[in-house]
């Protein structure tokens, strides 16, 4: 019979001092206001009880979060800060590019999001944002066949995600929209299906502003059935496009393909 005491279970190695004076910092720089100081290098020493290196290097890593900025010479010190939606929907699109992640991924991400923006924004009666969305639907008439342009489109359909997500309400759902946004901002045009199609454009344009509409007039149900009528008539493109390049419905050229290879 076997007496060998099991061995005893590995405890958690503890945080460095790096660690603990950056996590220190992240706390200090999320409790107070955007610029507000933090205190000076020589104050953050002595308040963290570490030496100018180790702040230093632990001051690299939350500027890195882009939650504080650091400033030299006269009137510096370390500052809060907050990360921009923008970069942190920069980052997590790079990384999906990374991992291969195409074209039928974003328009699949893109759908449920969409819808649910569509929905929160259409029960909001925020005169604000009912404003915004009108100005928006006023620049689309105004400009007219302009919008086919295609870069001119790729701005206003940025703007109207903007307004969208500010309409809903819902940060978290913004963020995710801006990444998928950012994401087909980073696929080739050989996969776009708009990049030369002017007709598609203006198609889907047709049905976008008729969900904006249906928002302003708090229709939900109407919304929610143009967004999806958006998703549907891009979702038909991809397959017909893919159709022309020798695919065959529901397999995807590599760049449109999820997953490491």
């Keep these: 019979m076997s007496t060998a ?6 405890s958690k190695p503890l945080p460095s001092a790096v660690q603990r004076a950056a996590s220190a910092l992240r706390d200090m720089a999320m409790s107070r206001e955007v610029g507000e100081l933090l205190g000076s290098e020589e104050e953050l020493m002595a308040s963290l009880g570490v030496s100018r290196p ?3 290097q632990a001051a690299a890593l939350v500027a890195q979060d882009h939650l504080i900025n650091i400033r ?11 990360p921009s939606s923008m970069t942190v929907a ?14 039928a991924e ?23 944002a009912r404003r ?12 007219g066949d302009a919008r086919e342009d295609y ?15 500010a309409m809903s309400g819902s940060e978290v759902l913004s963020l995710f929209l801006g990444i998928v946004y950012d994401l087909s901002a980073l696929i080739g045009r050989d996969v776009d299906v708009y990049h030369k199609r002017p007709e598609r454009v203006a198609l889907y344009r047709a049905h976008r502003n008729r969900m904006a509409a249906a928002i302003l007039e708090g229709d939900e149900e109407m919304a929610v059935l143009a967004t999806k ?10 397959q017909e496009d893919m159709a022309g390049r020798g695919f065959a419905a529901g397999e995807a050229p590599a760049a449109a393909r999820a997953g490491p290879q």
């Design 151 to 165: 870069r001119a489109f790729l701005r206003a359909e940025r703007a109207f995600g903007r307004v969208l997500g």
């Design 5 to 10: 005491k099991p061995a005893p279970a590995r």
């Design 229 to 238: 009528r958006c998703t549907a008539i891009v979702t038909e493109w991809m």
């Design 54 to 56: 180790t702040l230093r």
């Design 132 to 143: 915004q969305l009108e100005e928006f639907l006023e620049q689309e008439q105004q400009a």
């Design 90 to 103: 920069r980052m997590a699109a790079i990384y999906l590019q990374s991992r291969k992640a195409g074209l």
């Design 72 to 82: 030299r010479g006269v009137n510096g010190g370390y500052f809060a800060a907050l």
């Design 106 to 128: 974003v328009i699949h991400a893109v759908d449920p999001i969409r819808t649910e923006l569509a929905r929160l924004a259409s029960r909001n009666r925020d005169p604000e």
